[in-house]
């Protein structure tokens, strides 16, 4: 594994982003961010009245998280992300300030999701969007250099999982 690489854990809501964001950088010793705190209050708001996101919604959103990879990067640090990154689109807006960034898509099907948003709490996310995030996700393309990884593994098995796939 690349010294400053840094990761971005994916998927659609539900799927052990940041629970896997968080053990993977606890792993490789390096920051985590979820990128849910970096949402500006508006899109929260609106999010938690089961309204979802437009792309212009998510513009500033992917800015801010583009920013968190590219200081990274240029600090020579890796770090990992969590963050839906549910489109080709917002994967590239991603990579502009840090190329080097690699996906890990975390794979779930309808029925894992739904049993899992039905058991979480204190999340701002409805069960209710869960339709539109499945709506709009394009899976990584094998020119992405992702890992994708089945969500329903242990979290401590994904990890070893992307540490190995990584090449650390």
């Known amino acids: 594994m690349n010294g400053g690489e840094s990761f971005v854990v994916m998927g659609v809501a ?7 964001a968080a053990a993977l950088a606890a792993r490789l010793g390096c920051p985590f961010v979820d990128a849910d705190a970096l949402h500006p209050l508006q899109n929260i708001e609106k999010m938690r009245s ?3 996101l437009t792309e212009a919604d998510r513009a500033p959103w992917f800015v801010a998280i583009a920013r968190v990879l590219a200081g990274w990067r240029t600090a020579g ?7 839906s990154a549910l489109r080709r689109a917002h994967r ?5 300030g840090a190329a080097d960034v690699r996906f ?3 794979r779930a099907g309808r029925d894992l999701i739904a049993a899992r948003l039905t058991q979480r709490r204190g999340h701002f996310m409805p069960a209710s ?9 394009e899976e990584p393309g094998e020119d992405e250099r992702a890992i994708s990884i089945d969500a329903a593994l242990a979290p401590g098995v994904i990890v070893e999982n992307i540490v190995s796939l990584s090449g650390g």
């Open 129 to 137: 969007l869960s339709d539109s995030q499945f709506e709009i996700l």
């Open 50 to 52: 089961g309204v979802a």
């Open 77 to 83: 640090t890796p770090g990992v992300i969590a963050c």
């Open 14 to 20: 539900g799927s052990g982003k940041s629970t896997v």
């Open 92 to 96: 590239d807006a991603l990579r502009a």
């Open 104 to 106: 890990v898509y975390l």
